[in-house]
Nanobody
């Protein structure tokens, strides 16, 4: 059964850091791009970062550029997102999603990946940035 499981969320003070993990099982991560989405209360879900199936292309939404870094360890079937200089507006549920490399958005030209392109979703992990 294909599955994505996120971890690493929690409560952090403004300016702090967190590292989110997305572990894949039941499918071969080599063939999938991974997109991190987030959804804050009362707001639409947005793509935050994207890494291509080969790992050679990454992209970030403007608010994450320079602060977040996405990476993948295919041997461990894991994608990480390091988040630094966190702000209260980063508070959200963060979910990872797998997009097959032949589907729209998998090239990570941007983080505007539609829900219909996603093959598998994780359930999410809550990040709260507050003093």
């Amino acid at each position: 059964q294909p599955q994505l499981v996120e971890s690493g969320g929690g409560l952090v003070q403004p300016g702090g850091s967190l590292r989110l993990s997305c572990v894949a099982s039941g499918f071969d991560l080599h063939y999938y791009a991974i997109v991190w989405f987030r959804q804050a209360p009362g707001k639409e879900r947005e793509g935050v970062s994207c890494i291509s199936s080969s790992g050679d292309k990454t992209n970030y939404t403007d608010s994450a550029k320079g602060r977040f870094t996405i990476s993948r360890d295919t041997a461990k079937n894991t994608v990480l997102m390091q988040m630094n200089s966190l702000r209260p507006e980063d508070t959200a549920v963060y979910s990872c999603a797998a997009v097959h490399r032949f589907r729209s958005g998998a090239d990570c030209t941007n983080t505007l990946v539609s829900d219909s392109a996603v093959n598998y979703w994780g359930k999410g992990t809550l990040v709260t940035v507050s003093s």
